[in-house]
């Protein structure tokens, strides 16, 4: 009985406590005051309002001043003379190598890696990107990092590992490693970086393995790259049976297939596997392009232009290579506005490049307005492609009721003057994610 009794006594304590955690307290919220708002959408700025936040989403946009709420805890912001925005989005990103050398990320140890991913995130947030598709790298930990509030950094939509043929854009192993034994795995391969396939069971093997880890949607090799030591930019990765594989493997799993590609024969063979997005394109002629709008295909573009500096030496054939593709990228662009293609903002950086200055290239092309709902309305389109596998739910890349609370507060107007985004530090009073003040 005395054994009973103290049972008991100890459900009714822990009785007591759930009760007491379940309470109603004071919900915090933080109202920005007098702010423009640019909500992704729309080609002007809004007229000064009322913007209040509670927890992680807008609750209300007003022209009329919005009462304090007197149980909660509010943190007030005067926004005279900014703009409210959404979080920028980054469509193309590899944060675990943005900030290493070719030669670090080759031979350095994967704790290393790591740690310099997590100051790539936190620089990122702080410029503004508060979500990002990672297109292929060992991110899965760093995700889960952040996501825990370990770390901070942006939100990501993580492919895991780029899956790759023999000898093409994700093969990173050394000549010497070639021919690999049967079921041997190389450096890239062991940290999760690359998976290396060469048939359709093992391309749908690896795309499975994927996402069985968490990826969101699934990234292949299907053309010759800059950075990698083995294919020109003109050759063409895996067969139509081999995508197929990837794509179906995807679907089963209610999400979708990207592809680095450059040229018209590699991009025209992944369409008609099903691939939904094109990673790059710089070569693409005005056929490929009109079948791309036709079929409703992503183009993931970047603002690649030469600008005289480059990771490469001089001469070498990734230098070739890399001034290939910037000849084409004005041409794209051209392309993708002529059919209005659903194209996707990103930056791309690798190698310690600097990514704030990219989104302010976009006014080659560009007005400052579409440039903005590139990188935010629409590249959140595209996250919403990986549909149940997508990580996070709510609505991004708008200013709106019901929307989650990913915003920054700009000084001054990037609507008139895109460049004032080149400077982060200067420029953003306010970076908001998930409703929570990451700086101010």
Known sequence: MSLKRSILGLVSVLFCVVSMAADPTPVSTVLFQNVRVFNGIARELSAPCHVLIRGNVIEKVSAE????????????????????????????????????SPAEIATADVGFINVAATKTAHEYLMMGYTSVRDVGGPVLGLKRGIDAGLVPGPRIWPCGAMISQSGGHGDF??????????????YSE????????????????????????????????AGGGVASSYD?????????????????????????????????????????????????????????????????????????IDEGKSAFAEGSANRRKQLQMYAGTDTAYLLAKKYKIKTAFGNDALFRERVG????????????AEALKMATADNAELLGLSGPRTAYAGKLGVVEEGALADLLLVNGNPLSDLLILENPAKTLSVIMKDGKVYKE
């Open 65 to 100: 001043p919005i009462p304090l709420d007197h149980n909660a805890m509010t943190k007030v912001i005067d926004g005279t003379g900014k703009t409210l925005m959404p979080g920028l989005i980054d469509a193309h990103t590899h944060l675990m190598f943005a900030n290493l």
């Open 357 to 368: 200055v990219n989104i302010a290239k976009m006014i080659r092309w560009y007005t400052p």
């Open 232 to 304: 020109p930019l003109d050759v063409t990765q895996y067969s139509a049976e081999e995508l197929r594989a990837a794509v179906e493997a995807a679907e089963n799993w209610g999400t979708y297939v990207t592809v680095h590609a450059y040229t018209p024969r590699a991009v025209r063979q992944s369409i008609e596997a099903g691939v939904k997005c094109i990673e790059h394109g710089q070569l693409l002629d005005d056929a490929t392009a009109k079948l791309m709008a036709e079929k409703g295909v992503w183009w993931s573009l970047q603002p690649f």
């Open 173 to 186: 192993r050394l000549p010497t490693e070639m021919p690999a034994p049967p079921e041997s795995f190389a």
């Open 190 to 221: 062991r940290i999760g970086a690359a998976a290396i396939a060469d048939t359709p069971d093992l391309v749908r093997k690896r795309v499975r393995e994927q996402l069985a880890l968490g990826a969101t949607q699934i990234k292949l090799m």
